[in-house]
């Protein structure tokens, strides 16, 4: 006998289909068997194996294309297990890891490594990037078929930028090869070195070393011409200010296959949130103008940026209680991804199925992946969220193991209430309605 | 160090000028007199802080501000205890925290801290229950030094009030003058600065103040000139090209202080690299340079500072 259930009772968002309607779904041996407007409406909402939804949002569950871990190497920080229980309390079934874990990921079996330690410790499905060079080190590209066929969704050098670029352009011809998704990271190397926050007027005040945004936008430019040359699939890990959003604008109208994501606390955040030193807002690329913090707004409301991410970036004390130029970058973000973009919807940015596109349909279209839909056949990885709960972030209750959350004490409105993997509940706030 | 004496400041620490109000720059300038005189009678000392332990520490090597604290501090009849980072467990790699909470269980009255980063200051003394002092943290400020250059102008007769005060040299990096913007902008002055736009923060109009690269054009009409120190590491082509090319277009001679009013005086926080910033020539010349003068005013000034904090503590006023 196959285990079957019934959802009822719910406000159906599937991106991909454009669903927005009240309906139900049912879930047979982990696979979503049917979904539809109007069914369930009669059914015995007590029944044995039927999830009464109460009219809450059921959504494919949310895919995070940008995560890291501390493991392997920094296990102190953050494991895939720990990581896995604060991305299900966020409402994400699906975590895209970075590779500049220690070792780096940039042998087959690393990546083979990855997806057998997730499939023992983690509920959420984890899976892997490879490194785009040997270590990171920008030099020597990798095995990018091997690591692809290993399980390898996509190729990144993660939060470094590729300065050599005739190494850039021959691992964008080899990576198209094999139509392999390249992941960018924008930040001139040498505008950048040694600097903290965005430069601004704040920033002389603090006498904190500082980089403008251009740093961000030449590389943009530069990545978009070596994609014009190449025809490889690029995607631009996180932008971070208006120029760039406008060049790489230009470049989708020419027809490039070029996407972007942003994260969250560049949504949600500026320069001046650096408060007075304040550790846990030194992020990377650095929180930018006002003007640019909307710029990114628009830019998920426009459907420029294709892709919102928590840049889940666990530190702990000994990284992050430093002075502010000393201390590493990186913000903790898995359970705060969705209540920021929702906050888009709430002031009125952008609608509710336009923002989980970004972060269901369109990281499973990119990445290849078969979740991210509420369509027969796909897996039953389910979130349902209260978009109106009120709650405000306590770092203490964070599952995650450091509790770097540049949003302490912010109030927040919309919670994923309850989570679903392969049909399973993994996750239940279990609070009452 | 009784409760007669009036509170000073609003703050149990003096992180930066910024925090700062023209009346507490003002009492504190006003104490500082009465220690100048001290400081030149024959018994130096008092018993203001009789009893009190103030700890010097210096993560970023310091001769003359350390010795100025330690001596203001004896002075004044402290115990003062040096902690200089070489002796310190900080290459160990304990953090800074870690290192102040250390201290902070021996329980100083007041600790005074210069570190390389900015903000490393106001970091750890959200950490302790005493007192602290900036004595310069990174690009950030440097309170007491901005203090006892405004002691050495009053002291001149001049009143803040529509002086001209042209700040010259590497204001990028310069904690000396982020104080002095803020301090002289406070009390009425008109500050100026000059120097290649590579030393100059990209905002720095923000500031408020006129900026000039040319420094015949920026001392025109200059009442005091502020020459900054440039570290050494700089001028080899990365901010500027070279020693002699800076001298050149940025350091103070004879000539280009002519352009400034006359009588003007000139000041330089110390120490001064001569033949790059500044000419011997005018370094030397009693008649325009305040430098030594300064470093008189910096012992007094700190006792004040000093002195103004440990009347908190008498107070009984909480750490805040």
């Known amino acids: 006998m196959s285990k079957r259930t019934i959802f009822c009772n719910a406000h159906l968002i599937d991106p991909a289909s454009k669903l927005d309607t009240k309906g139900g779904l049912v879930v047979e041996d982990g696979k979503i068997a049917d979904v539809g407007a109007g069914m369930f409406a009669d059914i015995d909402r007590n029944a044995p194996d039927v999830i009464d939804c109460h009219g809450l949002v059921l959504s494919p569950g949310l895919i995070d294309m940008r995560v890291s871990t501390g493991e392997p190497g920094s296990e102190h920080r953050e494991t895939l297990e720990s990581a896995s229980r604060a991305a299900l309390a966020g409402g994400i079934t699906t975590i895209i890891v970075m590779p500049n874990t220690d070792p780096v990921i940039d042998e087959p079996s690393l990546v083979d490594f990855?997806?057998?330690?997730?499939?023992?410790?983690?509920?959420?499905?984890?899976?892997p990037m490879a490194a785009l060079t040997r270590h990171l080190a920008g030099e020597v590209m990798t095995e990018i078929g091997l690591l692809k066929e290993a399980g390898a969704v996509a190729f990144t050098d993660g939060d470094r930028t590729i300065s050599n670029t005739r190494v850039l352009r021959r691992a964008l011809s080899y990576a198209s090869s094999f139509d392999a998704l390249v992941v960018g990271h924008a930040e001139d190397p040498n505008l950048t070195e040694g600097t903290a926050v965005n430069e601004c007027e704040y920033a002389m005040r603090l006498g904190l070393p500082a980089a403008p945004a251009l740093a961000e936008t030449m590389i943009v430019e530069r990545d978009i011409r070596l994609v014009e040359m190449t025809g490889a699939r690029y995607h631009f890990g996180q932008i971070s200010c208006r120029a760039s959003l406008e060049a790489i604008a230009k470049a989708k109208a020419h027809g490039l296959p070029i996407t972007c994501g942003v994260s969250a606390h560049h949504l949600a955040l500026n320069e001046l949130d650096v408060g007075t030193y304040y550790t846990f807002m030194k992020v990377k690329p650095p929180l930018r103008s006002e003007s640019d913090r909307l710029s990114m707004v628009e830019g998920v409301a426009s459907g420029i940026i294709d892709v919102i991410v928590s840049s889940h970036d666990p530190q702990a004390a000994d990284t992050k209680r430093q002075p502010f130029a000393q201390a590493a970058f990186g913000a903790a973000g898995l359970e705060t991804l969705l209540p920021v973009a929702l906050g888009l919807y709430h002031d009125g940015s952008a609608d509710l199925r336009h923002i989980l596109k970004r972060m269901t349909s369109t990281p499973a279209k990119l990445l290849g992946l078969d979740c991210g839909v509420l369509k027969k056949g796909a897996p039953a990885d389910l979130v349902l969220i209260d978009t109106d709960r009120p709650f405000v972030v306590e770092p203490d209750l964070l599952r995650s193991r450091s509790k770097n959350t540049p949003f302490k004490g912010r109030l927040f409105q919309g919670q994923a209430m309850k989570t679903f993997v392969g049909g399973e509940c993994v996750f239940d706030r279990g609070a009452p309605r | 160090m009784s409760t007669a004496y009036p509170p000073i400041l609003q703050s149990s620490h003096l992180l930066g000028i910024q925090g700062l109000s023209v009346g507490e720059i003002t009492k504190l300038l006003d104490l500082a007199e009465e220690y100048v005189a001290l400081g030149r009678a024959k018994d130096k000392k008092v018993a203001v802080l009789k009893g009190r332990t103030v700890i010097n520490l210096f993560f970023e090597p310091s001769t003359r501000t350390q010795s100025s604290f330690e001596l203001a501090g004896k002075r004044l009849g402290a115990d003062v205890m040096n902690m200089s980072v070489k002796t310190s467990s900080v290459t160990k790699g304990e953090t800074l925290i870690d290192t102040?909470?250390?201290?902070?269980?021996?329980?100083?009255?007041?600790?005074?801290?210069?570190?390389?980063?900015?903000?490393?200051?106001?970091?750890?003394?959200?950490?302790?229950?005493?007192?602290?002092?900036?004595?310069?943290?990174?690009?950030?400020?440097?309170?007491?030094?901005?203090l006892l250059d405004a002691l050495t102008i009053r002291r001149r007769g001049k009143s803040f009030q529509g002086l001209t005060v042209?700040?010259?040299?590497?204001?990028?990096?310069?904690?000396?003058?982020?104080?002095?913007?803020?301090?002289?902008?406070?009390?009425?002055?008109?500050?100026?600065?000059?120097?290649?736009?590579?030393?100059?923060?990209?905002?720095v109009t923000r500031y408020g103040v006129e900026t000039f690269t040319d420094m015949k054009e920026g001392l025109q009409g200059a009442d005091i000139v502020m020459m900054l120190r440039l570290q050494l590491e700089r001028m080899s082509g990365a901010f500027v090209p070279s020693t002699r090319e800076y001298f050149r277009y940025w350091g103070l001679d004879r000539e280009k202080l002519a352009y400034a009013n006359p009588g003007a005086l000139v000041m330089h926080p110390g120490p001064m690299n001569r033949g790059v910033e500044i000419d011997s020539a005018v370094a030397d010349d009693i008649e325009v340079s305040l430098v030594h003068e300064q470093v008189e005013m910096g012992v007094a000034i700190r006792m004040a500072v000093l002195d103004a904090l440990g009347r908190g503590l008498a107070a009984g006023g909480r750490i805040v």
């Open chain 2, 166 to 203: 042209a700040i010259c040299g590497d204001v990028l990096h310069s904690r000396v003058a982020r104080s002095n913007i803020y301090l002289l902008g406070k009390m009425g002055a008109r500050v100026r600065l000059i120097g290649p736009k590579t030393l100059m923060p990209a905002e």
């Open chain 1, 114 to 127: 990855i997806r057998r330690r997730a499939e023992v410790t983690a509920k959420v499905h984890v899976l």
């Open chain 2, 100 to 146: 102040a909470t250390t201290l902070n269980a021996m329980r100083p009255d007041i600790l005074i801290v210069r570190h390389q980063n900015s903000g490393a200051v106001s970091m750890l003394a959200r950490k302790v229950n005493c007192c602290v002092v900036n004595a310069g943290d990174g690009s950030h400020e440097h309170p007491t030094q901005a």
